[in-house]
């Protein structure tokens, strides 16, 4: 039997595209947040040393001109469009992952202009010229989408228009690259994270394990990660294509010309074909979004997500691309209003199902959480509505984390693998119960022993003295009437760059109030309080 390889791919990366689409002033220092935390910065602001993930506050203190600029998903995608139009030219097939990423199988194209690495070149030559020159564009071609991305990653670091990985050496290519690269594939963070935590630092490690012992142990994003990082796409290419009775169109008459008319019928449309699929036990990743106006232009645009699209993502990437269309610049804007509109499901999965009501069905409630999810996404983005998920760790703050809603199905039971993380010891985990108030950042205290000296913690995890009296920022010393510890914990003892000792302590003061404090390098902190 043949051994099964990744599908040849070409991924288009434009870095920090949120950057350009907001329209900044050449060489202006310009960040992109989201959530208080940035998310694309320009290459000035990056010389100022901003890193995506910096807090506002601290990229404003690095570079007090810093210009700010919220994240604007539908912004991004109208930006977008003209890029993905101008390889309509090289094939017919251009994938819209999210803006800034596209992709495109190669099998064709790559024949016609003769080869990977002419095909790669005339791409980002294409590019770069529909962008006017003003933004960088990296390449990648490699076996399967997430090697062809990272190629695409590594050029950009490099300052190369291309990386062209070699036939058959996707596997080899992933292999050193570290387990946070799923990251930017699939939304399975939790089985990244255990994966790190059980020290599979690259996916190598990852590919190595035998298939069959990380279905059993990981379930479905288990195998999905370990396909990714063996250099395989995702879903196996088999009969993927559903059937053209699957697809949902809507006459608009008189037709359209103005995106916020055109999205009501987007909705009603991602409704119906999310509604048609459901009814056939089928989940659609990869959608078609048509277009036909009074003149008889046809438009058509596909959209890619590696998980299954729900309702709500359907309609947000029609109501994108509609605004591309609709509102790009007058040469490529059709010369009529639409007056049809068709959604196909190009690909689809079969649904992993969803747990009804108690007397079968959803309830009126469940309903309305999902009107108000829905909303909210349409208001602030999918990725900006975020959800609470109790994950393994040792201190409270590592333990909740909170991911977007649209990367979980709210009535789905939690699975097993993110329960095995939670239930399996932690050495030096605080034991229950948990804080009530858990600080984004410690505040730094003052412990001290009877005779006003600071108590310190040895490396054998022994105390200098009791702790007899706190003192928080601002505030007058309060005694302390009860405490217990010290829970030590040695962090990545094997990584000098992140290697951390430190003990943590409960404490009651004579107020009552009850804290968990850390003591680190000899300086205390407060990093929780209890009710």
Same mark, same amino acid.
């Given at each position: ?27 202006? &220092? !310009?960040? @992109?947040?989201? *959530?208080?935390?940035?998310? #694309? $910065?320009?290459? +000035? =602001?990056?010389? %100022?040393?901003? /890193? ?83 933004? &960088? !564009?990296? @390449?990648?071609? *490699?076996?399967?989408?997430? #090697? $062809?991305?990272? +190629? =695409?990653?590594? %050029?950009?670091? /490099? ?102 008319? %055109? ?269």
């Amino acid at each position: 039997m043949e051994a099964e390889v990744g599908t040849r791919t070409l991924v288009v990366l434009c870095p920090d595209w949120s950057v350009l689409a907001s329209d900044p002033e050449p060489a202006a &220092p !310009v960040i @992109v947040v989201r *959530a208080n935390r940035v998310v #694309a $910065a320009s290459m +000035a =602001a990056r010389a %100022a040393g901003i /890193e995506v993930g910096l807090k506002r506050r601290e990229s404003q203190r690095r570079c007090p001109a810093v210009e700010v600029v919220e994240h604007d998903p539908g912004r991004d995608a109208r930006a977008f469009e003209p890029v993905a139009s101008s390889l309509d030219a090289i094939t017919p097939g251009v994938e819209v992952t999210h803006p800034g990423t596209l992709a495109f199988a190669t099998r064709g194209p790559s024949r016609y202009f003769g080869g990977d690495d002419s095909l790669a070149e005339r791409v980002a030559w294409m590019v770069s010229g529909a962008l006017g020159g003003r933004w &960088p !564009v990296r @390449v990648g071609v *490699a076996d399967g989408a997430l #090697a $062809a991305l990272l +190629a =695409a990653q590594r %050029a950009h670091r /490099e300052g190369r228009a291309a990386v062209v990985v070699p036939a058959g050496a996707g596997a080899a290519f992933l292999a050193p690259h570290p387990v946070s690269a799923l990251l930017d594939t699939i939304e399975v963070p939790e089985v990244t994270d255990v994966w790190q935590r059980l020290g599979l630092r690259t996916l190598g490690h990852v590919a190595a394990l035998p298939r069959g012992d990380v279905a059993a142990r990981f379930g479905h994003p288990g195998v999905a990660g370990h396909r990714l990082a063996s250099g395989l796409d995702l879903r196996p290419l088999a009969a993927r294509r559903p059937a053209p009775d699957l697809a949902v169109s809507h006459e608009l008459d008189p037709p359209v010309d103005r995106v916020d008319q %055109a999205a009501f019928v987007a909705k009603a449309l991602a409704d119906r074909l999310h509604a048609g699929l459901g009814a056939d036990g089928l989940a659609c990743t990869q959608v078609l979004i048509e277009a036909t106006t009074a003149h008889g232009e046809v438009l058509g645009r596909c959209w890619r997500h590696e998980g299954a699209l729900t309702a709500g993502a359907l309609a947000d990437r029609v109501r994108w691309q509609l605004d591309g269309w609709l509102t790009g610049s007058v040469s490529s804007r059709p010369t009529a209003g639409v007056s049809r509109l068709t959604l196909v499901p190009v690909e689809v999965v079969a649904a992993r199902g969803r747990q009804l009501g108690f007397w079968g069905g959803e309830t009126l409630v469940d309903e309305r959480i999902w009107r108000a999810v829905a909303r909210l996404q349409g208001q602030l983005g999918a990725e900006a509505v975020t959800v609470p998920e109790v994950r393994g760790g040792r201190s409270p703050a590592e333990r909740v984390v909170r991911i977007p809603v649209a990367a979980v199905d709210l009535t789905e039971a939690r699975p097993a693998t993110r329960l095995a993380s939670v239930v399996e010891p932690w050495p030096g985990q605080v034991p229950a119960p948990a804080p009530a108030t858990v600080l984004t950042e410690p505040a730094p205290v003052l412990v001290v022993d009877a005779q006003g000296e600071p108590v310190a913690v040895s490396g054998r995890s022994e105390l200098s003295a009791p702790p007899a009296q706190i003192t928080f920022a601002g505030r007058t010393p309060v005694a302390i009437a009860a405490w217990t510890g010290p829970w030590p914990v040695d962090e990545r003892w094997w990584d000098p760059g992140r290697h951390r000792r430190r003990a943590r302590f409960q404490v009651v003061d004579r107020q009552g109030a009850a804290h968990l404090l850390a003591v680190e390098a000899g300086r205390w902190w407060l990093e929780a309080t209890y009710d």
